[in-house]
C-alpha cells in the first residue's frame, strides 16, 4: 500500500514556474514507477510525465517537453515535477500516482495502482 500526497500547487502568471512534489508512505516507494498526470475541468485525466524505480529514465508529454522536468528522490520517497514556462493551458488539477512496473503504456492512467488527491495549479494570463 501506497500513499502519495501532492503539494506545491498555487496561482501563478503565465511565464511562471512552480515545483509540484508528491510525498509517498512506505518503504518500498523506489520500487514504483511514478507518473504524473492533470485533468482541467471538462476535460479527461491526461499523462504529464513519468520516471522509472531508480530515475534514470523518463517520459514527458509532448506539450510539456522543454517545459517541465520529472525527477524523485528515493532516499525522501519524493517524486517532482519542475514546472517552468507556464501557460493558461496548464491550468489543472495535477495528479501524483503510482505503480508497481514499468509498461509501454505508462500514459494509460488505467494502468496506476495509487493516486493523490491533487494539486490545483492555475496559471493566469
Known amino acids: 500500500q501506497v500513499q502519495l500526497v501532492e503539494s506545491g500547487g498555487g496561482l501563478v502568471q503565465a511565464g511562471g514556474s512552480l515545483r509540484l512534489s508528491c510525498a509517498a508512505s512506505?518503504?518500498?516507494?523506489?520500487?514504483?514507477?511514478m507518473g504524473w498526470f492533470r485533468q482541467a475541468p471538462g476535460k479527461e485525466r491526461e499523462f504529464v510525465a513519468a520516471?522509472?524505480?531508480?530515475?534514470?529514465?523518463?517520459y514527458h508529454a509532448d506539450s510539456v517537453k522543454g517545459r517541465f522536468t520529472i525527477s524523485r528522490d528515493n532516499a525522501k520517497n519524493t517524486v517532482y515535477l519542475q514546472m517552468n514556462s507556464l501557460n493558461a493551458e496548464d491550468t489543472a488539477v495535477y495528479y501524483c500516482?503510482?505503480?508497481?512496473?514499468?509498461?509501454?503504456?505508462?500514459?494509460?492512467?488505467?494502468?496506476?495502482?495509487?493516486w493523490g488527491q491533487g494539486t490545483q495549479v492555475t496559471v493566469s494570463s
Open positions: 500516482a503510482a505503480r508497481r512496473g514499468y509498461s509501454s503504456t505508462y500514459y494509460n492512467p488505467n494502468g496506476y495502482d495509487y
Open positions: 512506505g518503504r518500498t516507494f523506489s520500487s514504483y514507477f
Open positions: 520516471i522509472s524505480w531508480s530515475g534514470g529514465d523518463t
